[in-house]
Structures are given as structure tokens and as C-alpha cells.
């Protein structure tokens, strides 16, 4: 199955199977090979007046807290039965303002072979105190590629769903 029609699939599965209200608008979906990041916006907390940001966000926390506890047997029911589907482990997180909490993530081991010159590269962030681990050296610098190139993954990602779209096209495609 396609990455776009997985996606679309979920995204309708989830659509008729999570709660109405515990959203503002649809979630944000992300998925992998590994893992199923479903991101809703929750509304903030009313506050009068002027408030400094560390009020507003010590609010926000507070509010997210407070759905993390009331929503969590549902969540883990509906993650339950999406990863029975899909395979894939389900993780939850909101946004509400400016802050984003992700709950429970999945850390996937990657394997990957270096040689030398990018190991001394990690090893330098690891003596530095940037990473406590190569493996946590290796995600910083995924990081900090993905914040500095996310213009151009964008338009890679984008040209991979239209190279589906041509591939479902194609002279073996079924009619409908």
C-alpha cells in the first residue's frame, strides 16, 4: 500500500473513531515505517488580562496535564486498536498555544555504518557535552539537518508522492 493512501486510510479510521471535542480541527498525522504520531490542538486556558509568557505557559502545561490524564484509557484503547491494524506503534501528543507536548514517542535503533571522519564528528559532540552517547550525537545531527534543510525534505517528500501518483497510473494500475 502507498505511503498517501496509508495515510488517507488512518487519517478516516481515526476520523470515525476518535471522540468528537477532543480536538479543535483534524490531528496531525505523521507516520513511519515504525510509528504513528497523531498531534491534535486542545483549546488554551482562558486568562485574564496581561500575563507573562511563563504564567501563559505554565497554564498551557497545566491544560495539557489535565487531558493527558483524562483522555489516557481512551488513548491507549484507540492506539491498541490502530496498532493491531497497522502494525505500527501509536503515539499521542497536543498542541495547545505555543506549546507542544508529545507524550510517549517510540526511539527506534537504526543501524548504520560510519566511517572514521563522521564517527570523530560524534565523538567531538559526545566529548563536548552536546550528546551523552554517539547514538544521541548521530539524533542531534538528524536534527539539526532536518531545521536546516526543511525546505528541501519538503519538496523531496512532495516529489515522492507524485512519483506514487504516476507509479498507480501506470499501465498495471486497476480500474475502478
Known amino acids: 500500500m502507498s505511503t498517501k493512501t496509508e495515510s488517507e486510510r488512518v487519517r478516516g479510521w481515526l476520523t470515525g473513531r476518535l471522540p468528537d471535542g477532543w480536538f479543535e480541527g483534524e490531528p496531525e498525522l505523521t507516520i513511519d515505517r515504525d510509528e504513528i504520531l497523531i498531534v491534535g490542538r486542545i483549546a488554551a486556558p482562558e486568562q485574564k488580562g496581561d500575563v507573562s509568557a511563563a504564567e501563559r505557559s505554565a497554564a498551557e502545561e497545566g491544560r495539557i496535564k ?14 491498541r486498536e490502530l496498532e493491531h491494524a497497522t502494525r505500527r506503534k501509536v503515539a499521542w501528543g497536543v498542541d495547545c498555544g505555543d506549546t507542544r507536548t508529545i507524550f510517549t514517542s517510540l526511539s527506534a535503533p537504526v543501524m548504520t555504518r560510519l566511517r572514521q571522519p563522521e564517527r570523530q564528528v560524534l565523538d567531538t559532540l559526545v566529548d563536548a557535552g552536546v550528546a551523552r552517547s ?17 525546505t528541501w525534505l519538503a519538496d523531496l517528500r512532495e516529489a515522492m508522492t507524485k512519483v506514487e501518483d ?4 501506470g499501465p498495471d494500475a486497476t480500474k475502478s
Request: charge should be positive; charged fraction near 40%; hydrophobic fraction near 35%.
Open 66 to 79: 489535565q487531558y493527558r490524564e483524562d483522555t489516557r484509557d481512551r488513548r491507549i484503547e484507540i492506539a
Open 134 to 150: 554517539r547514538s544521541d550525537a548521530l539524533g542531534w545531527c538528524v536534527k539539526l539537518v532536518a531545521q536546516h534543510s526543511e
Open 166 to 169: 504516476v507509479r498507480r497510473a
